[in-house]
């Protein structure tokens, strides 16, 4: 996942008075002005068509891998994002964070929401003042708006998140599944031949250990591969919705929008349903070719209730081990629903470290007493089609 450098506390920046006059909390009001003793700089929602150039600089400087963050912004079904950037008097912009658009089902009802990504500040800039600033005039937009909530998903700028108000939820978890162990053999058995003659062997093993190798297959179900998605991701969110309590609404535009654009690696989506034209689950994944071995990596999953995620665990596993694909391994990452994780675990998938958290901004004025529930991780639903957006602080 593409990262921000760190925030080097060490690096100086000129010193900023405290005064800081916010003009106004409405999003749509443009400016927060900071005053410098020899200088100033605003802190600004941007214009995107004026300001885009810029913005591509500082985030071309600010992360080592750079995707075509900027155009995700603009082409969102579910709105327009925002990006906020720092401004000299007499400088080119210097630092921005972004803010995506999300429709977030809560409680029953889909909300306005917002999804914090992209903070990037040159590196001469680099201390913890300006990437705070930036943050609180983000979140400026909040009251007086009608999102229900704001969230990030961060390894790097947890302090950050903590220190303007973020309210922690939990951390995310990762799981792997190896089905071929050669790979993992060769380093730390010698010689190579060695390991080479041994795996067959093992991977026989983990395969008859496996839960999916006596599972009966799904009567009266039937499976395919996609690379689009159309009217049936729509009936089966509308269907299923109730089994995520807070999820981002999963509607055919918006899985389109998030897995069809240009990658290295393209993304695939494996389903079940009881006929072509009825699903009752899908699986998002990518295959990547990592040293000669095929890597699967899981982006999204979605289904109807839990029988038929063990139906899609048992039946996606069985297709990766298959010719088509002779998959070394299976991972994936998530943040909330406990019901995902048992599951997994009950096919063999191993839970690896991991140190993204997810961090939330109530807004108190929408949801009332049922901001509380907020802070539940287990209501929670995020997979990589939200916690790997290109949004990691």
């Not at 106004?24 to 929602?45: A, G, M, N, Q, Y």
């Not at 937009?141 to 947890?158: E, H, M, Q, V, W």
């Not at 979605?302 to 069985?318: G, H, K, N, Q, V």
Request: charge should be positive.
């Amino acid at each position: 996942m593409p990262q921000t450098a760190p925030h080097n506390l060490s690096e100086s920046t000129p010193s900023l008075s405290s005064r800081t006059l916010v003009v106004d909390k409405l999003p749509s009001v443009r400016r927060i002005v900071t005053s410098r003793e020899t200088d100033e700089t605003t802190v600004e929602l941007a214009d995107l068509k004026i300001d885009r150039g810029e913005i591509e600089a500082v985030w071309n400087r600010g992360f080592d891998v750079y995707p075509p963050r900027f155009q995700c912004y603009l082409s969102n079904p579910t709105g327009m994002g925002s990006v906020w950037v720092s401004r000299p008097k007499s400088a080119p912009i210097y630092g921005a964070i972004g803010l995506h658009s999300r429709r977030m089902h809560f409680g029953g009802q889909v909300f306005p929401a917002g999804q914090i990504g992209n903070l990037a500040v040159d590196s001469e800039f680099r201390t913890a003042g300006p990437a705070l600033r930036l943050q609180r005039a983000l979140l400026a937009s909040l009251p007086g708006s009608d999102r229900a909530f704001i969230f990030g998903a961060t390894s790097k700028a947890i302090q950050i998140l903590r220190r303007v108000g973020g309210q922690p939820v939990g951390t995310a978890q990762r799981w792997t599944k190896v089905l071929r162990s050669e790979s993992q053999l060769k380093k730390q058995v010698r010689p190579a031949i060695l390991a080479k003659a041994i795996a067959p062997v093992l991977d026989l093993g983990l395969r008859l250990l496996s839960r999916e190798t006596f599972s009966l297959r799904s009567a009266g179900m039937v499976v395919g591969i996609d690379r689009t998605f159309d009217a049936r991701f729509d009936r089966l969110w509308n269907r299923s919705a109730a089994e995520f309590p807070i999820a981002t609404e999963r509607t055919s535009h918006y899985l389109m929008w998030r897995f069809q654009q240009r990658t290295a690696t393209p993304y695939q989506v494996f389903w079940l349903g009881s006929t072509p034209g009825d699903l009752a689950g899908y699986v998002v994944f990518q295959v990547c070719q990592v040293c000669q071995n095929a890597v699967v990596e899981i982006a999204d999953v979605l289904y109807d209730s839990p029988l038929t995620l063990d139906r899609l665990l048992a039946e996606f596993i069985r297709r990766m081990r298959s010719p088509e694909f002779r998959a070394t391994s299976i991972s994936m990452s998530y943040f909330g629903l406990s019901l995902l994780g048992e599951r997994l675990q009950s096919f063999g998938f191993l839970q690896r470290p991991e140190s993204m958290q997810v961090l939330v901004f109530p807004n108190s004025a929408v949801l009332g007493d049922s901001a509380k529930q907020l802070s539940d991780a287990n209501r929670w639903f995020l997979t990589r089609a939200d916690l790997d957006l290109d949004l990691d602080l």
